[in-house]
């Protein structure tokens, strides 16, 4: 079986790769974007409106994916469900841009797009864990850390355009409601094209796939769960990752504290920083994606140094130049994060399916992942006398999160895990 998947391994990285540049082209509006937060306080959103939005997404790609793993149960072959919940998920973004190009009063416009965004974030529930496990599903696993790396490396490179482009339109148009409805209308469309990328792919019938399962949505969601809380090193590997919200939130807010405090402009900040982010995501897909180097664990603390580094820059040495250098480092411990994740799941869940550990594993975070970026916003409101300092002491408090998940991380077995440790 791993064999033919290996003899398909090149046509897959191409067809992955298809899917990941055009949406990739997209990303740097929607999703981690510097871009949103600043389109949002053109519209007058305060902090913890800004800190609703990773919230928002984090919450809708926690729920949702119970249904997820549900409807994809019985499903021997993913890739038509693939496709198709890609697509829907574009077409959220497209109706968004559509609708926010007919309207002139800007106090509209906060309202829709949470809206909007709720709907997105719900739509990329559903997608991404039966995402993921189709990742895994067509590489085999001495060849997936490997894949999933050209894969990202085409995504990569899609945002770095994309974040040029971003600092065109930023400095010529501003953040007008015309300009920006164009802009998310492009970036649905590009999402739903590379949608379809998926069917150069080939998926391959594993001869262990799970039995067919008759059990109602409560039942067989109630076994998964049991299924997971019993197993020991899978819950140490999710201590281990939390520090992907620390992330998320600090992408979502590092960009005002550069422009309310230390000179830098919004386009500067809304398409140079996303390059610099992007440029370390690049560095990772290379050298620990396609070259493969470090094990698992070496990659899954070595993330933890990373931000924890890049959170001290911010706290004591920020300024213009330093920025770049933050943004730099904040893809390149992302891009860590998002290459291990998919191959940690499936090798901690030791099972060819793995859709519900991907689908469930979000529920039990979902107190971090949610309330995180929630309580920095208000937080920041709260201090927001204190100026640039209130940043400072917020980024401290999540460096000393960062130790934490650096502990659970030592802590990661991935030898006692199935399979091999690479």
């Given at each position: 079986?791993?064999?033919?998947?290996?003899?398909?391994?090149?046509?897959?990285?191409?067809?992955?790769?298809?899917?990941?540049?055009?949406?990739?082209?997209?990303?740097?509006?929607?999703?981690?974007?510097?871009?949103?937060?600043?389109?949002?306080?053109?519209?007058?959103?305060?902090?913890?409106?800004?800190?609703?939005?990773?919230?928002?997404?984090?919450?809708?790609?926690?729920?949702?994916?119970?249904?997820?793993?549900?409807?994809?149960?019985?499903?021997?072959?993913?890739?038509?469900?693939?496709?198709?919940?890609?697509?829907?998920?574009?077409?959220?973004?497209?109706?968004?841009?559509?609708?926010?190009?007919?309207?002139?009063?800007?106090?509209?416009?906060l309202p829709l797009f949470f809206a909007s965004y709720t709907v997105f974030s719900l739509c990329m529930g559903l997608t991404i864990p039966v995402w993921l496990n189709y990742l895994v599903r067509i590489f085999s696993e001495s060849k997936a850390v490997s894949g999933l790396g050209y894969m990202m490396l085409a995504q990569n490179i899609g945002k770095v355009v994309s974040s040029f482009f971003i600092l065109k339109i930023v400095d010529n148009y501003a953040f007008s409601l015309e300009s920006s409805a164009w802009v998310f209308m492009g970036t649905g469309l590009l999402f739903v094209l590379g949608s379809f990328c998926f069917f150069l792919t080939t998926e391959v019938a594993d001869p262990h796939d799970p039995e067919r399962d008759n059990l109602s949505f409560l039942r067989?969601?109630?076994?998964?769960?049991?299924?997971?809380?019993?197993?020991?090193?899978?819950?140490?590997?999710?201590?281990?990752?939390?520090?992907?919200?620390?992330?998320?939130?600090?992408?979502?807010?590092?960009?005002?504290?550069?422009?309310?405090?230390?000179?830098?402009?919004?386009?500067?900040?809304?398409?140079?920083?996303?390059?610099?982010?992007?440029?370390?995501?690049?560095?990772?897909?290379?050298?620990?994606?396609?070259?493969?180097?470090?094990?698992?664990?070496?990659?899954?603390?070595?993330?933890?140094?990373?931000?924890?580094?890049?959170?001290?820059?911010?706290?004591?040495?920020?300024?213009?130049?330093?920025?770049?250098?933050?943004?730099?480092?904040?893809?390149?411990?992302?891009?860590?994060?998002?290459?291990?994740?998919?191959?940690?799941?499936?090798?901690?869940?030791?099972?060819?399916?793995?859709?519900?550990?991907?689908?469930?594993?979000?529920?039990?975070?979902?107190?971090?992942?949610?309330?995180?970026?929630?309580?920095?916003?208000?937080?920041?409101?709260?201090?927001?006398?204190?100026?640039?300092?209130?940043?400072?002491?917020?980024?401290?408090?999540?460096?000393?999160?960062?130790?934490?998940?650096?502990?659970?991380?030592?802590?990661?077995?991935?030898?006692?895990?199935?399979?091999?440790?690479?």
């Open positions: 079986m791993d064999r033919y998947k290996d003899d398909c391994f090149k046509k897959n990285v191409y067809g992955l790769a298809f899917v990941e540049f055009l949406w990739g082209l997209g990303f740097p509006i929607v999703l981690e974007s510097t871009f949103l937060q600043l389109f949002l306080k053109s519209l007058g959103a305060s902090s913890f409106a800004i800190g609703i939005v990773p919230s928002l997404f984090i919450f809708g790609i926690s729920t949702f994916p119970l249904f997820s793993s549900y409807i994809s149960r019985n499903r021997r072959f993913k890739r038509p469900l693939v496709a198709i919940l890609h697509i829907v998920s574009g077409l959220s973004i497209f109706l968004f841009g559509g609708i926010l190009y007919f309207i002139d009063d800007p106090a509209k416009v067989h969601t109630g076994q998964a769960f049991a299924e997971i809380l019993r197993n020991r090193r899978f819950l140490v590997f999710l201590a281990a990752d939390l520090d992907i919200y620390v992330i998320l939130t600090v992408m979502s807010f590092y960009a005002t504290y550069a422009t309310g405090f230390f000179g830098v402009s919004a386009p500067v900040a809304a398409g140079t920083f996303v390059a610099c982010i992007y440029a370390g995501s690049i560095t990772v897909n290379i050298f620990l994606g396609a070259m493969n180097l470090l094990g698992l664990k070496q990659k899954l603390v070595l993330s933890k140094f990373i931000t924890l580094f890049l959170l001290i820059l911010l706290t004591f040495m920020p300024g213009y130049y330093t920025f770049f250098l933050i943004s730099y480092l904040l893809g390149f411990g992302r891009a860590i994060r998002n290459m291990i994740y998919a191959p940690s799941v499936k090798k901690f869940a030791g099972k060819t399916d793995a859709t519900s550990y991907f689908a469930l594993a979000p529920i039990l975070t979902i107190p971090v992942g949610s309330g995180f970026p929630l309580l920095f916003g208000k937080a920041l409101d709260l201090l927001s006398f204190m100026q640039e300092d209130a940043y400072r002491v917020l980024f401290i408090a999540s460096a000393a999160f960062i130790v934490m998940t650096l502990y659970f991380s030592i802590r990661t077995d991935y030898r006692g895990a199935a399979g091999s440790e690479n």
